[in-house]
């Protein structure tokens, strides 16, 4: 084994003594010494670079959930995008996108599913639990919106704000992170217009909308300056087909 914390540490008495005044692990130091040995200069360079930081908490969660991913799913992301320019000054953009996850998940509910890869068969759900992506100091947190068929636009907007409290606040519960049958990432609020986003297993899709920007468009034949929405569909190809997550779009 080579990794740090299995290699034997070669190091003279007075290296060590540095590097625990120091307060450096000798098992994370490269070693440069001819014969692989630990040298007070290795052990005064670890000391000025950067400290290691093992990952704890929900920052560790989504290491191991973002590794789940890259191990079993067969990623695929369609590309679109979106006149908005008859949206009303004001509008809420996030409610609007999620009443249209529910619309695409009816009009096409093979993304609204999971997929269980040891059964090798999937689940479809007939309500639509959205997973709403919530960037935060500690990572990132998927609380999820519950039936967000049944809910109007201004319930959908309390609803997504007593989200986001909790998550702020650090009271969000297991429960509330449990179980997302699709996921919404709205990050263009931040930053980007497109992105091959991530999916979370055993869930089969994620709409990611982007930053919404005035575009020069044909409108009646005629350029126009509007605002445009880029959407990004990503979905496991594993069990949703190009057609199917273009119907959704």
Do not use: Y
Request: overall charge neutral.
């Amino acid at each position: 084994p080579t990794s740090p914390s299995h290699r034997r540490i070669h190091a003279a008495p007075a290296v060590r003594a540095l590097a625990a005044r120091l307060g450096v692990d000798l098992a994370t130091v490269e070693a440069t010494g001819t014969e692989g040995e630990v040298l007070t200069d290795d052990v005064e360079r670890a000391a000025t670079g950067p400290a290691f930081e093992p990952l704890r908490g929900v920052r560790r969660a989504m290491a191991r959930n973002m590794s789940a991913s890259g191990a079993a799913v067969v990623p695929a992301t369609v590309f679109d995008e979106v006149d908005v320019e008859a949206w009303p000054a004001g509008t809420d953009v996030t409610a609007r996108l999620v009443r249209a996850v529910v619309a695409g998940c009816r009009a096409d509910p093979a993304l609204n599913a999971w997929f269980e890869s040891h059964a090798e068969g999937r689940r479809m759900h007939s309500r639509v639990d959205i997973g709403i992506a919530v960037e935060a100091p500690d990572g990132l947190f998927v609380p999820v919106l519950r039936d967000a068929g049944s809910l109007d636009a201004s319930a959908v907007r309390a609803a997504v704000d007593a989200l986001e409290h909790a998550v702020r606040s650090r009271a969000v519960t297991p429960e509330q992170l449990r179980a997302p049958t699709i996921t919404l990432s709205n990050f263009g609020m931040l930053a980007g217009r497109h992105a091959a986003l991530v999916v979370i297993p055993p869930q089969v899709a994620i709409l990611g909308a982007g930053r919404i920007e005035p575009r020069v468009v044909a409108a009646a034949g005629q350029p126009a300056v509007h605002r445009i929405l880029p959407l990004s569909s990503s979905f496991d190809h594993r069990v949703a087909t190009g057609g199917e997550a273009g119907t959704f779009l």
